[in-house]
């Protein structure tokens, strides 16, 4: 999956996932979680020449998410293209001090924007309400009100502006799994991937229906 062509990070003060680091592991039967087939160096910043911050060969040692079904990924705040070199930030667990890590063979990146739109998506408690005719002009924004947490959505289209990451959705009036017929739409227009406090404002059932 192709990865964007753009070099940013969230940053420290309100750091923002970008997309998810599926990386080679194994199902180790006997400790019953996921190794790592290679290990894995983090480094402090996205160079070979930087500081070792250390190895790791769980994927459990850096915060992560499933990104289908009983499948880890390193969630990623950050991206660095150095010559042929791609470099990922990821957070490591306990601490979740940040680091940096590169690409090795079979290492696949999900972005964000592939992982909302190819999935199950669904509405975070972290959005606000709104929804722009416009992406990123505040004058179009209209709130709505849904019943309960994680309103279900359908996505139609995603756009970079300022950096910053938007969805063309559709809000339905009920999840896609619940009938065999098309739902009923409530609503459709831009939201912004991240609320102002970097958390997401949309997410996916991982494991679908």
Request: charged share 15%; net charge negative; hydrophobic share 40%.
């Amino acid at each position: 999956m192709a990865i964007p062509l753009i070099s940013y990070a969230g940053t420290p003060e309100i750091p923002e996932l970008i997309g998810l680091l599926e990386i080679p592991s194994l199902y180790d039967t006997q400790l019953q979680d996921h190794t790592l087939e290679t290990p894995l160096l983090i480094r402090s910043s996205p160079s070979r020449e930087s500081k070792s911050l250390g190895s790791i060969n769980r994927p459990d040692a850096l915060e992560s998410h499933e990104w289908s079904y009983e499948q880890p990924a390193a969630a990623v705040y950050g991206y660095r293209l150095s010559g042929q070199t791609s470099w990922y930030q990821v957070r490591m667990k306990p601490s979740g001090l940040p680091g940096w890590v590169s690409s090795i063979a079979d290492t696949v990146f999900h972005p964000l924007s592939a992982l909302i739109s190819e999935s199950l998506p669904y509405l975070t408690g972290a959005w606000n309400g709104r929804v722009y005719g416009t992406a990123g002009d505040q004058s179009t924004a209209t709130k709505i009100k849904l019943r309960g947490p994680e309103a279900p959505v359908a996505v139609a289209g995603s756009a970079m502006l300022d950096n910053n990451l938007w969805f063309l959705i559709v809000v339905l009036k009920e999840s896609p799994c619940a009938s065999a017929e098309a739902p009923s739409v409530l609503q459709a227009g831009w939201i912004p991937a991240h609320s102002e406090a970097g958390n997401l404002n949309i997410w996916f059932y991982s494991r679908g229906c």
